[in-house]
Each structure stands twice: as structure tokens, then as C-alpha cells.
Nanobody, 127 residues
């Protein structure tokens, strides 16, 4: 059975930083593309970032470029989203989503019919 669990969400002031983690059991995340997708209150889900399997490619939504960094730790079977210079508009529930592509270069910064989802972690950016 596959479980995907996000952690690291918190209340932070504007300009602050957080690191979100996405850990999995039952699958080796290295074989999968990982996406971070967020949903703010009253808004539709929005892709934030993704990383292809074997770290061949990463992509970012325009509003987070230069502030967010996605990375993997193979030994820990975990994917991270480092978020710096956080803004109030980053407030949302952040979900980790996992999808297998036969092409290891593919990742998409949107919901591409993901195979597995976590339950999300809440990030609140407020003074």
C-alpha cells in the first residue's frame, strides 16, 4: 500500500522561509515525477513546482521562480520544497502528488492525472 505524507507547513511571517517534505512508503520516489500543488482558500488548485524522476528536470510556476526550490533525497525517499521570501499569497494547503512517466525527463506543474496524493500541509504567511 502506498502512502504519501507531507509535512513542514506552519505559520510564518512574510519574507520568511519554510521547507516542506514529501515522504513516501510503498514506492521509491526516485522512479516517479513529483509535483507540489497548492490550493488557497476559495481558489482552484494551482501547480507550484515539479521534479522529474532521477532529477533530470525541474519546473516552477512563474510566481515562485527564484523563491522556491524542489529537490530530492534518495536515501530518505523524500522530496523537498524549500520556500524562501514567502508572501501572503503563498498561503495555501500544499499537496505532494506523484506520477509515473515512462519518459524520465517529464514533469508537469499541474495536475496531470496523478497516481498518488498526500493529504496536504497548511502554509500560512501572515504578520
Amino acid at each position: 500500500q502506498v502512502h504519501v505524507v507531507e509535512s513542514g507547513g506552519d505559520l510564518v511571517q512574510p519574507g520568511g522561509s519554510l521547507r516542506l517534505s514529501c515522504a513516501a512508503s510503498g514506492i521509491a520516489l526516485d522512479f516517479y515525477a513529483i509535483g507540489w500543488i497548492r490550493q488557497a482558500p476559495g481558489k482552484e488548485r494551482e501547480g507550484v513546482s515539479c521534479i522529474s524522476s532521477y532529477e533530470t528536470n525541474t519546473n516552477y510556476e512563474d510566481s515562485v521562480k527564484g523563491r522556491f526550490t524542489i529537490s530530492r533525497d534518495k536515501a530518505k525517499n523524500t522530496v523537498y520544497l524549500q520556500m524562501n521570501n514567502l508572501k501572503p499569497e503563498d498561503t495555501a494547503v500544499y499537496y505532494c502528488a506523484v506520477k509515473y512517466y515512462t519518459d524520465s525527463t517529464i514533469c508537469r506543474v499541474y495536475d496531470d492525472g496523478m497516481d498518488y496524493w498526500g493529504k496536504g500541509t497548511l502554509v500560512t504567511v501572515s504578520s
